[in-house]
């Protein structure tokens, strides 16, 4: 039990970080990378070596991806998540040499069977540094003799594959792809890939240039317009506790999130989450407007009772960060006005305006 309450201190304590950070998009982007390098508090199952994860994604959310990626190679709950700290020479562990060509660089169908074991084999006597559960490398346990790897040829350590994988092409295609699905909610299309990755290669992998072409696109901001994606549940709770200017306190809110179908440190698979349409569906969405409802009850922006339809609707809408809400959002909200702001409050919450980025 003491471990799940610091499991669950711990993602409160994201949670609140995510509500009052002058940063917003470094926690947006911090979990992204969450997402990206998949870590789960099943069956790594402390709160420390979750927390240090965390900051180690990031420190580097916004830095170049080959420290990153080997940093997140290196931290001792994706060690334990994947069975890397059990990767031996005598018995090579592929867990984490697959995840690491099909999800976090190279993406499925862009390497062979014989990449995966050749990774493995590079990636022996990475273990962990007991009792203090630091990264640590074992010679003995290392396996040293030449590989063939990706085209490549030698005896190659993790750092080395990890290097093959960071300078690759694909890599630059597949991370650039996941970057523009996570802010636009659909995919980026063949010539926005390529845009990106080639941004991506020219600096060496840094990760801030392709954020900013993603962000200041044409093409970026026609998207948004046509289609704008759904809001994770994160951002949702983040949006809501805004609104009332309050901390997530009270842990039973976490159960309401995992719910609605994200929660910190528990995704569903070593995927990740899917996110886009996958976030509404008849069982979510009930359970996002009943979470509206129990927020406003937390309180509400305050409006007074003789005050317009149209000045509540107004007060409300700038509460919750849409003051650029649809007209007819705006008229239903006006309509809706009869005194209570908790109420109104709740229905803003349950908009689709607001359900939208």
Known sequence: MPGLLQIAAVIRWWINRMCITPRPLQEKLTMFWHGHFTTSADPVFSAGLLLGQNQTLRAHAAGHFPELLLAAARDPAMLIYLDGFRNKKAHPNENFARELLELFTLGAGNYTEKDVREAARAFTGWTLQLPAFKFRFDPNEHDNGPKRFLGHTGCFTGEDVI????????TARHVCARLYRNFADEDAGEKETIRLAEIFQRSRGAIRPVVEAILTAPRFREVLARRPGYRSPLEILVASLHAVDQPLERLDWLKRVHEMGQLPFLPPTVKGWEGGDAWIHTGTLLDRLQFAHDVARLGSPKIRPEASGVQAARNIL??????????????ALA?????????????????????RR
Do not use: E, N
């Open 335 to 355: 309509d809706a006005w009869r005194g209570d702001a908790r109420q109104l409050l709740t229905l803003a919450l349950c908009s689709p305006d607001f359900q």
């Open 318 to 331: 700038w509460s919750i960060g849409m003051a650029d809400a649809a007209q007819s959002t705006r008229r």
């Open 163 to 170: 290097g093959i994988l960071a300078a690759h092409p694909q």
